[in-house]
């Protein structure tokens, strides 16, 4: 009898064949309204089993794909940048044997770690973030390391002009004001990224997705509920924009609250987004 | 067949004076993910009375028509063969009096006896299926009845052309590709439905509304949840192309499980397609 | 009026000071469906600390304006008139500072009183209202005074051609049909305001929003769901228009029933439609 | 009387031959923290099929007797003494013929009605109440008609000596003081009971349930939660002591307000105390 | 990087070296009322991890012993027949190599085929079941195969004197009656357990638990629910006595519904279970 | 310190008049498994409402005292000493002007601001603890400030003998072995708890209630579940011995985490203990 073996649906590979290493980061210490996110990968990894794996949107298959799962880092407490750390730490040892890292949150906190990962390799690093919230505070409650600063703090190394945001429909006046020197922020939709998507077509590039950049009718099962977002549909139509980078570097998905929506549509749907970046992301 | 005194709003004729008889098909036996869908006929009577009767959107008021409710049938356990039969048993004697069966799942497998109950009558018979999957496996997990082949099992006596599908978005490769060579599916949307309407306009049609065609968003109470649905408005105006079938000779409405919705939202929506469609396949 | 330190955020101004005047109606003693909204005043107050106080829609802040909540009137029981008199009565001693009077329900009865007590300073009262339901009942189970018949009992004072209707999807054929000759009612959709506001742009406006207008994907927390609504972005779109109003004299938001929506989404949407709302009607 | 198919498990007999009659009555009016119960009856009838009939407690099965259920009561809305009026009529309908009435609550305001009828036929009336409230106000904000004062309501009539109340742990002080005089109460547990059972024996008799003198543990599905209660068990040895009473006129159980408990245990809790209810009374 | 290994706490041993072996079988397709055991052994193993591995009722550590987590039975649909084969299949193989199968349902069918396994090398086998139901159905709905039957069917070939039944509180005439004559049952509690134990010291044992003898109130999250059960308390009391035991050969615990207990309360229960019947049986 | 309009039911006196002085501590930073009470304190404020202010178990009203809600600290993120000290200099301030901090959590760190605050002044200080949990460890994954160590943090400072725990039913072996040398531990139940009292009458007593010492049966609203609790009544046992105590100089109620009990059971169990609390500490 074999040990039992939990992953994500179709990540049954071994590491070395693999193009792609999934990896859980269940961190949400610095969560400001409702913390949760901590449950995410493994409710993601047991709903996965509902989920075809087959996508009739990129008429491709996980199946036919190396695709490997690392299971969750096991996190101490009370300290983000040991936290941070320990994700640059796991995450570089991917990007070093040349393959993808693909990160589930967690909170979007834990992009800090896997983006410097990435970043040591790819100086000319990009980064496309979807998002309901701008996340480009200098600090949040008198603290550096938070889920509303992570991309402020890409940008202390990154610098102007590296990170595109699409979708952001909350935070406060000054994020929205400094934004605008600074990063290439698309408000409110996705518009505008078809010409970003050309610009970057051969650069390497880092997705982090913050679900909560859906419309909370289709995932209400996040921590900071903010209506007017993007359709599952539109979310869909950027993956097919995706499709065309020839570079991507690394990965991940954040902000799945699971307890937050009883249906289990939430994790449903993460589990599908799970799905499509994964098929994007292989070649 | 006696008077229910608990019916949906508005079935609350004679079974004889009625063009309709409604009755419930509380069978989830084959369901693979999350079952439940058994509680469905009873939870929409109860939650229908929260429905006028009256639609703005047809102009129509079931109470202007002639409506029957005979309940639910009272399954055995365990042998999906049979509990078809009864489907088709009961189906039969509501067709055999020239009015229109409406059955109410349960999961989509009871929709096989149901079609056949009709097909007997109507050789030349269409069915016009809305769902968010294909439902066109040759076997699911080694069973050949099962909610995942239902429509399968209906082509095997059909034959080719005679399935048109709308709004799929989910099922194998296999599935898809098969689908091309035997039946007319239009995957996601519901594109194409007015001109398979146009043509189907005086052949005898069966409409089979898996409920989870819809976005999750509107209806996550459903056993397997696929974001990148259609929308209620879109079903709307499905419907208003159906009016203009002039031979409905049968319908059903499956795959609501009321428990995984505790907003009673699911149910709310179950209940309104039901008065939509009866308003519509009434003269 | 004491200063109530459990305030909306951003309504923590003193009461001479402020253009607004929040207050909670927490009545729902003639709901037919599934009662609750009495829950829903307090709820928004504590779940808005979730809320950034600036607007990217509108580019304001809650911060840069004048705002007081007065706290929820302490209502008796079971006398519906005497309520209604106690929200005039609450509500004339704000208009008669010049201010204007925002209230969150309660059940839609509420707004009523709140209308009665504009209507005896401006007799030229326009009352814009956005619902999924037409409220236009001469009287409901026999009760004149009732959720269902709230805006009929505003026309008995306000008369034909002051009342214009959005998003209407549900009622009787009665009330669709009277409305025809007694209200503006723009059934449906939000087709139509523009040009209602382009007229209504210097008269006096209350706005009365029932948020079941919203489509239940994104609102599921009240007492009667009617898929089929519009957007939270439309809404959006609608209060744009708003704010091309120059005298707009009392505004509600009605009709949250939290308890049933345990992911807190509805009571989310509802904040933001607060916050939204009060920065249509501060100068 | 018509004969409902949806019925209460084993109450399927005709009106005629039966011993007890059952019927809803679906009012939650005066309830002033949680309303809901006005959907006890009809889920109750619902989840009833997941009942046994024979109860191992009393060796006694609901398929060897007599038992009819009426259905519910259809309420107007908004005067609590029409609806009491109602309630009265109906079940001096059934006391005339000689049966006994048997009535699923609704708040326990609408025990008025019923009281009422059988004190016209037994002007020697006793009531032995369970509760964990003393329900002995003299008014209620306001209200003399209330379910904070429906027992004091039945005390105005029926005048010292004649309630008996058992397992009250929750009131103000005025009722605990006034109870002294004018009520047998013994506060927090059924002690007691045998001594009260002994000397009603041949008395006539009402039974009011409120089901929250249960503890909350095993029935958290009402208005306003009382932890301390007593055990299932505790109740089910109260039904054994009440199986020596010999002329039990009335009955009635209380307060389950099945949304407030999304396992169903308080349903199916409120299902197995009528079975033990019913069993007890027929002879 | 190691591929992710999934178990239940302290479960993490390797299958030669392990006393235990720890299976999941989930299977609910009889479930005649509201199914979903079948979610049982994973969300068990998930939430596990919130558990002590060390016990203070029994002064034992998980992580003192080896224990062994072969994951879950995948099953095929719709044939109870097979699904009992196949749980038969499995268990023997680990107890034809010495150790104790331990598994965890899905419904009562499947403790069938692990007492058949256990049968075949143990002809004097005794079973000790604790249940709230007495399972002893000749059939239920026309099938002998059923969780209502199970118990039944292990007297089929083990005959009278072998089956000692606590806790039993629900189940038909029939079965209480039949009970007398053919198995050692105890309604209602635990009593008897103790002298069942000095009885049964030496002899090979398997102990079934149906953890809805757990009153509801602790364990709301199954089937069926029947308020009057045994305490957590009560069930460690029986946990010492089987500590007694010198030869437990087969155990399990089974109808976790854990889909119907939000609260999550119903799996802690359910994991603290597993962790105190390892610890009895391990030497 | 202001009046806050918006206290717990009964504490609306002026600070300079009143006893007891409560505030909110939402804090839950370390905890492991489900995080939540953060909530706590707002959530309680606002069901109090549903709670008499009469305990007829003390014979005792909260109107007749004066006690005084401070509202809740405003913490910042991420540093769990910082938060300690803010605890400690608020609690500080109430401890000088000889009143009686009361603090709601919360997780159980929080306890050790409070503690420290008066063992500043009450050098003889014991801790009366009742808890699920022993919360004794030196460290918890490396952390010293932890709710799994918060007790021994205590014994830091105050050493053996000085603490007294009840009903403590989980923890590491080591926590158990540790405890026997340097706590007075009494595992289990409230065994023993009279003769503390009779012990620690006259001194300085700081009791602190990990409201999961409840039985999860009536409290399910907590981070961690653990079985086999006491009672409500148990516990309300344990305060009439409080009662005897002459020098109760600070208290708390922690763990509540209202959202993983949706029924509202838990938060009114943790309202009803607050209220028995203020009244024994009261004179």
């Given at each position: 009898m074999n040990k039992n073996i939990f992953t994500f649906i179709g990540f049954d590979n071994e590491f070395e064949e693999s193009q792609i290493v999934l990896f859980g980061a269940p961190f949400d210490g610095t969560t400001s309204f409702r913390p949760g996110t901590r449950f995410a990968p493994n409710i993601m990894r047991n709903d996965s089993f509902g989920l075809e794996t087959y996508s009739p949107y990129l008429n491709k298959d996980?199946?036919?794909?190396?695709?490997?799962?690392?299971?969750?880092?096991?996190f101490p407490f009370g300290n983000p940048q040991r936290i941070i750390d320990m994700i640059k730490e796991h995450s570089k040892a991917i990007v070093n044997t040349g393959k993808i890292p693909f990160m589930i949150g967690g909170e979007h906190l834990v992009t800090l770690g896997s983006v410097q990962s990435v970043y040591e390799k790819y100086n000319d690093l990009h980064i496309i973030h979807l998002d309901a919230h701008a996340d480009l505070r200098e600090d949040y409650m008198g603290q550096k390391l938070s889920h509303a600063t992570v991309l402020r703090r890409c940008h202390d190394f990154l610098?102007?002009?590296?990170?595109?945001q699409f979708g952001i429909r909350s935070g406060t006046k000054e994020e929205f004001t400094w934004a605008k020197d600074h990063v290439d922020m698309h408000p409110f939709s996705l518009d505008g990224l078809k010409e970003v998507i050309d610009e970057l077509k051969d650069k390497p590039v880092y997705i982090t997705i913050d679900l909560d950049v859906l419309d909370p009718s289709i995932f209400p099962g996040t921590g900071t509920i903010e209506p007017g977002g993007i359709s599952f549909l539109e979310l869909v139509g950027a993956f097919k924009e995706f499709s065309r980078l020839n570079n991507i570097v690394g990965m991940d998905a954040v902000e799945l609250s699971p307890h937050y929506d009883q249906s289990g549509m939430s994790t449903a749907v993460a589990c599908k987004v799970i799905r499509e970046m994964a098929l994007i992301a292989v070649k």
């Amino acid at each position: 009898m074999n040990k039992n073996i939990f992953t994500f649906i179709g990540f049954d590979n071994e590491f070395e064949e693999s193009q792609i290493v999934l990896f859980g980061a269940p961190f949400d210490g610095t969560t400001s309204f409702r913390p949760g996110t901590r449950f995410a990968p493994n409710i993601m990894r047991n709903d996965s089993f509902g989920l075809e794996t087959y996508s009739p949107y990129l008429n491709k298959d996980l199946e036919d794909y190396m695709l490997f799962d690392s299971g969750d880092l096991d996190f101490p407490f009370g300290n983000p940048q040991r936290i941070i750390d320990m994700i640059k730490e796991h995450s570089k040892a991917i990007v070093n044997t040349g393959k993808i890292p693909f990160m589930i949150g967690g909170e979007h906190l834990v992009t800090l770690g896997s983006v410097q990962s990435v970043y040591e390799k790819y100086n000319d690093l990009h980064i496309i973030h979807l998002d309901a919230h701008a996340d480009l505070r200098e600090d949040y409650m008198g603290q550096k390391l938070s889920h509303a600063t992570v991309l402020r703090r890409c940008h202390d190394f990154l610098g102007d002009g590296r990170i595109h945001q699409f979708g952001i429909r909350s935070g406060t006046k000054e994020e929205f004001t400094w934004a605008k020197d600074h990063v290439d922020m698309h408000p409110f939709s996705l518009d505008g990224l078809k010409e970003v998507i050309d610009e970057l077509k051969d650069k390497p590039v880092y997705i982090t997705i913050d679900l909560d950049v859906l419309d909370p009718s289709i995932f209400p099962g996040t921590g900071t509920i903010e209506p007017g977002g993007i359709s599952f549909l539109e979310l869909v139509g950027a993956f097919k924009e995706f499709s065309r980078l020839n570079n991507i570097v690394g990965m991940d998905a954040v902000e799945l609250s699971p307890h937050y929506d009883q249906s289990g549509m939430s994790t449903a749907v993460a589990c599908k987004v799970i799905r499509e970046m994964a098929l994007i992301a292989v070649k």
